[in-house]
């Protein structure tokens, strides 16, 4: 009945069973794990839902590319970040997840491939079955700091590669494509004809630099003459308002890959008109709104990283240097079994993190914590987790 490409398990985890089981009992589990922006305390400012209510979006006048009030907001946000597009190279999506696909959509035909960090975000694999993509890892290595794998990147190029994925910074490792990364990712593109994606939606997310108040945003990696180049951002993260639905691509690279690449996707946008007009309405005052959002944030992810490496003192287990995102890695070394230790956190500890290889990391030993949580919560889950930590043997 159903096509091979959903063929996925659709049991649950062990570790999403175990948590079940202890919420119908009725016991609170500290969520290290949470992602959710709406449901950490932050301060949405006052009037932020009065835009939705502008009259002008009772008249429905569809656009495959998005209203162009939303797009020129894009266009002069992605101006700070070093690019200076035109609106015309904007177009808006609900989510980043969908532009993902509708990018796989344009450059790659069945069984062809793309490129992706790993470790990074699980929905990857989903993605990729669903547009009959294969994914294709490459590796990031920790060195004291996060290194792109070029050579293992450079081999991975095959027939039928058609794209790179950059995630800057990724997630979870909280790491920025270094400029000589970048250079080389930018000759094997053009020596191998390969479109570059760049997923910048924790670009706002740095923890370095002029600090929680002025976080620098690193520079894009998009705008390269040569490359055709897909730069994703969305509210999701950068207004901390997944709720409501709003990403976009900006369109950049030699006139002509942009025109065809911007045409073909307009059709496709037009077969689904997926973005709600009010929100799309709502954007350019919404953006005047981000730095009122993002320095909340960014203030909560400094201090519970600033807590959780200040905590870390006895050599148990290392935060991995990072430059920015919304998660932190720790590496422990007592740890084989990343699911049993998970599974042994729940049920001792009532704490809920995730597991490395959620995440495809290489080798076992890494925990991935979230670093939005409330403080009072955070530093009571570090502190549990230390507990477990330090009660357990050391590998010999
Ligand atoms: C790197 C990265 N890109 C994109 C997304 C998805 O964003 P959106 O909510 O816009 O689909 C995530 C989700 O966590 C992510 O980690």
Known sequence: MF???????????????RLQALRERGIQVLDLTESNPTKVGIRYPEGLLAPLSDPRSLLYEPSAQGLRSAREAV??????????PNPDQVLLTASTSEAYSHLFRLLADPGDSVLVPAPSYPLFQYLA????????????????????????????????????VLIHPNNPTGSCVTSQELDRIVRICRRERLALISDEVFAPYLYKAA???????????????????????????SLGLPQMKLAWILVTGPADLVQPAL????????????????????????????????????RRLIRNRRLLTDRLTGGEA????????????????????????????LEEERLLLHPGYFFDFEEPGHLVISLLPPPEVFEEGVTRLLRRVRASPRPS
Not at 75 to 84: D, E, I, M, N, W
Not at 135 to 163: F, N, Q
């Open 211 to 237: 600090g929680a108040e002025g976080g620098e945003i690193p520079p894009s990696l998009a705008g390269d003459p040569e490359v055709l180049a897909f730069t994703l951002g969305g509210i999701s993260k």
């Open 129 to 164: 079955d669903l547009n009959d993509v294969e994914p294709i890892r490459y590796p990031l290595r920790y060195e004291g700091g996060w290194r792109i794998g070029l050579e293992a990147l450079e081999r991975s190029v095959r027939k039928g590669t058609k794209a790179v």
């Open 75 to 84: 266009a002069s946000l992605c101006a700070s970040s070093g690019v200076r």
């Open 263 to 298: 045409g073909r996707l307009e059709l496709i946008l037009d077969t689904y008109l997926s973005v709600a007009t009010p929100v799309q309405g709502a954007l350019s005052r919404w953006l005047e709104f981000a730095p009122a959002i993002q320095s909340q944030i960014r």
């Open 3 to 17: 096509a091979d490409r959903t063929g996925w398990s659709l049991a649950s985890n062990a570790i999403s069973r």
């Open 318 to 345: 290392v935060c991995l240097e990072a430059d920015g995102g919304w998660n932190g890695v720790l590496r422990v070394p007592g740890i084989q079994d990343e699911e049993e230790w998970v599974l042994r956190l």
